[in-house]
């Protein structure tokens, strides 16, 4: 019997950001090995025109909750929505469901934040920052708490390059920065933000580290342990391989490569992709909150959830077998044939974005016009192109992860624990991984059909048809111009045309005499 599992049974669990991509398979893994857990409440916002019940219906009736569904069917009754929003005060809980939380949870599952890179500081701060000190104050208050497990990230301290499992404090105090968003303006916070978030690449990063100073200072008697994942990727093989539901993360670029939009990206090949499946990571959340409880570490652990020092990958690999996948099953009605270059120098990377990205838009949305319809592929690409521009920080340098506390956990796992919440990434073969991540895109983010890959093959067989025909056909414009104005192209091709007409006129003469 698995200890961890165990430890869940009976026990009333809140997790915040349950309605992100982490929460879910987080709620999906525990429902499904301990279903005689006595209830998860989750804290959501109405959104997109959906109720939070609606927004639960939605999740429990996905298809990554088909198992749970066998193996806990009154999983419904399980779960308990409790509205709430984390932007405001008291998160905007009533006073009986804040009642209730207080009372009752045992176990609390951080998860909620804000991932955008661009969001604007104060947002950002409210999120990442000053919602984390309110759950801490809420925590403080709840009698049954055995364990309180933040979710943060890996790169929170992304301007150093060897990062340890401990908490590196900013130069300004949290708290002066919750403070000063409360009475600055925003063009005022605008200009400082640069000077705020240093040699950190966006406020992202930023208030997720301030978010960990937070939860220092906060922590007084409880037990809290960190996590840090790397860069969190569709799942390895729980509840099945290569479910991912949004486009974070390589997710959203792996598309636009697949359906042809990008094509090059300046990356470093040899840099270390850290990508982690996100079972993994929910493997080693559910075992640390189980040690966190259970062992009671004296101090705050964080537990760094990475690749690269145990099993690395580099992004040179991973654009190969992204495109050798696409192969196999390309995505359906692709704007130019796939391809998934990094290119570590500037001026190539310029130019292939000018040659390869802007100049096909440019010359798609001519063609739109001509024939009456709307241009819109120049927008697209310039929204592409600031989306890359945002990871090419990321995809650009190596860090390394030091897992002391990660691999002291995995050894304090019985043999049974360790292989029902697996964390162990040295045994992922990412070349399969990485093909049922593809997979995985295609089939739950695009919905795209099986069914449809002939369809898709034929579809990329005409764009090459086109691609050189339309090279052809550039070669020979470029070239008929070139020989108008100089003497020099000229003579070229009157030495080309007289070779190989005395070529073929020699071929005949031999072929003549043979017969
Ligand atoms: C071939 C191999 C590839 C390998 C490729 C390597 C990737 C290597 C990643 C490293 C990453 C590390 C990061 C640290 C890991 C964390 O700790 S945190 C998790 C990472 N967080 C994220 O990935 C969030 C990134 N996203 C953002 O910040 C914002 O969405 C963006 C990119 C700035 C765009 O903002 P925006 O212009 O306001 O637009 P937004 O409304 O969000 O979306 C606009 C459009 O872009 C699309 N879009 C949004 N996000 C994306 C995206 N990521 N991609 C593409 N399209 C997107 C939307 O679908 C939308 O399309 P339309 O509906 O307009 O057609
Ligand atoms: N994805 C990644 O690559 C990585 C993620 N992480 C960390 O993991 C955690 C989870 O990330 P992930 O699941 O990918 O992120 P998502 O963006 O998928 O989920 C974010 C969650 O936070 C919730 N949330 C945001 N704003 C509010 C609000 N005002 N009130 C209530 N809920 C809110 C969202 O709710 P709603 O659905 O209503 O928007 C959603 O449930 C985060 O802490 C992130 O920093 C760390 C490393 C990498």
Not at 276 to 293: H, K, Q, R, S
């Amino acid at each position: 019997m698995s200890m961890i599992a165990a430890f869940y049974s009976g026990k009333s669990i809140l997790i915040t950001g349950a309605t992100g991509f982490m929460g879910k398979v987080l709620m999906e893994k525990l429902f499904r090995t301990s279903p005689d857990l006595k209830v998860i409440y989750i804290l959501v916002r109405p959104k997109a025109g959906q109720t939070t019940q609606q927004r639960v219906f939605q999740i429990l009736n996905s298809k990554l909750f088909e198992k749970v569904k066998e193996i806990c069917p009154n999983v419904h009754e399980k779960i308990r929505a409790i509205y709430a929003d984390l932007n405001q005060n008291d998160f905007a809980i009533s006073k009986e469901d804040m009642q209730e939380l207080l009372s009752c949870t045992n176990i609390v599952f951080h998860c909620a934040a804000t991932v955008r890179f661009d969001d604007h500081l104060r947002h950002a701060v409210q999120l990442n920052v000053t919602a984390t000190q309110q759950l801490l104050i809420m925590a403080s208050q709840m009698p049954k708490l055995e364990a309180f497990i933040h979710i943060s990230t890996a790169f929170s301290n992304c301007n150093l390059t060897h990062i340890d499992e401990v908490i590196y404090p900013c130069p300004v105090e949290p708290k002066k920065i919750i403070d000063s968003m409360e009475w600055l303006d925003d063009a005022i916070i605008d200009e400082i933000t640069p000077k705020l978030i240093g040699d950190r690449p966006n406020t992202y990063t930023y208030t997720k580290a301030l978010g960990e100073m937070v939860v220092q200072q906060e922590s007084r008697n409880l037990n809290i342990a960190i996590i840090r994942p790397s860069i969190v990727g569709a799942t390895w093989q729980e509840p099945f391989p290569g479910w991912v539901d949004n486009l974070n993360g390589p997710s959203g670029l792996i598309i636009a490569a697949g359906k042809g939009f990008l094509r090059s990206i300046r990356g470093a090949p040899m840099a270390v992709a850290d990508l982690i499946p996100v079972d993994t990571v929910v493997n080693l959340t559910l075992a640390v909150g189980w040690y966190t409880a259970v062992h009671r570490p004296k101090s705050t652990l964080i537990y760094h959830c990475t690749s690269g020092n145990l099993n690395p990958c580099n992004w040179g690999k991973m654009g190969f077998q992204v495109l050798a996948t696409f192969e196999k099953v390309p995505f359906e009605r692709a704007f130019r044939r796939p391809n998934a270059d990094f290119t570590a120098n500037t001026i190539t990377s310029q130019y292939w974005n000018a040659v390869s990205h802007r100049a096909p838009a440019i010359i798609y949305d001519f063609y739109l016009r001509l024939t009456g319809r709307k241009p819109r592929m120049t927008k697209i690409m310039n929204r592409l192109l600031k989306t890359v521009s945002m990871i090419e920080y990321f995809v650009n340098r190596s860090w390394e992860w030091s897992t002391y506390n990660t691999e002291m956990l995995m050894s304090e796992l019985s043999p049974e624990d360790q292989r029902v919440f697996n964390f162990d990434v040295r045994q992922l073969n990412w070349l399969e991984y990485i093909e049922n991540y593809v997979l995985g895109i295609k089939k739950y983010l695009l919905k795209e059909d099986m069914a449809g890959i002939p369809e898709a093959k034929q579809h990329l067989k005409r764009l090459r048809n086109i691609h050189y025909l339309f090279n052809t056909a550039l070669f020979l414009i470029a070239w008929r111009l070139l020989i108008a104005r100089s003497q020099m192209a000229r003579n070229v091709w009157f030495f080309i045309v007289s070779f190989c007409y005395k070529f073929l006129s020699y071929f005949r003469a031999s072929s003549t005499l043979k017969v």
